[in-house]
């Protein structure tokens, strides 16, 4: 009984926009354009559910469409994270409430941003601190014997000292040619 497949195919379903306040409302269209400050924004052709209507008092004067309930609202791109991309049923979370105004949650959502900031942030520090302290021990082992420390590194220090000096310093095998040892 269980081992025959059965392929569940789901019928395409309006796409929606879930607010933070957890509020919905179907989505009819969306385009993505600067707004009047200049600020990339995400204008939705949207269907309030009949809660959001209640909660905000969606006035008929609102709606764009007044035959499907259709009103237009714009919000900010970094407000808007798309929860599923299932072309079935595609569903947006918008970090703000439907007036575009911020929540308690959206700031839990910010922190989040910012909290993930900090740790790829200490991330860099462990590195730099690993780096300090490679560049530290190689300091300890020059100033303890300056001789073994430059037969050891003489690869790096030999173009560099050319560079500084120019012309002065001569190779071994330059200065056989010239009568050295």
């Avoid at 707004?35 to 905000?56: A, M, N, W």
């Avoid at 791109?77 to 079935?88: A, H, K």
């Avoid at 730099?128 to 220090?157: G, P």
Wanted: contains cysteine; neutral net charge; aromatic residues 12%.
């Amino acid at each position: 009984m269980f081992d025959e497949r059965i392929d569940i195919k789901e019928a395409p379903k309006w796409w929606k926009i879930v607010f933070v306040d957890g509020l919905e409302a179907y989505i009819f269209g969306c385009i993505q354009k600067k707004d009047s400050l200049g600020r990339d924004v995400y204008e939705f052709l949207l269907q309030p559910f009949d809660t959001l209507v209640k909660k905000y008092n969606i006035g008929f004067d609102e709606l764009i469409d007044k035959i499907n309930l259709l009103t237009k609202m714009s919000y900010p791109v970094e407000s808007i994270i798309p929860l599923n991309y299932d072309p079935s049923c595609t569903v947006w979370l918008c970090l703000l409430n439907f007036r575009g105004n911020k929540t308690p949650a959206s700031y839990l959502f910010e922190a989040k941003t910012y909290l993930d900031k900090i740790e790829k942030f200490k991330m860099e520090i462990t590195t730099k601190n690993a780096e300090i302290a490679y560049l530290k021990e190689q300091l300890k082992k020059s100033t303890i014997n300056i001789q073994a420390y430059i037969k050891e590194h003489i690869d790096t220090f030999t173009p560099m000292m050319k560079q500084a000096f120019g012309g002065m310093l001569q190779s071994p095998q330059e200065t056989e040619g010239m009568g050295g040892k």
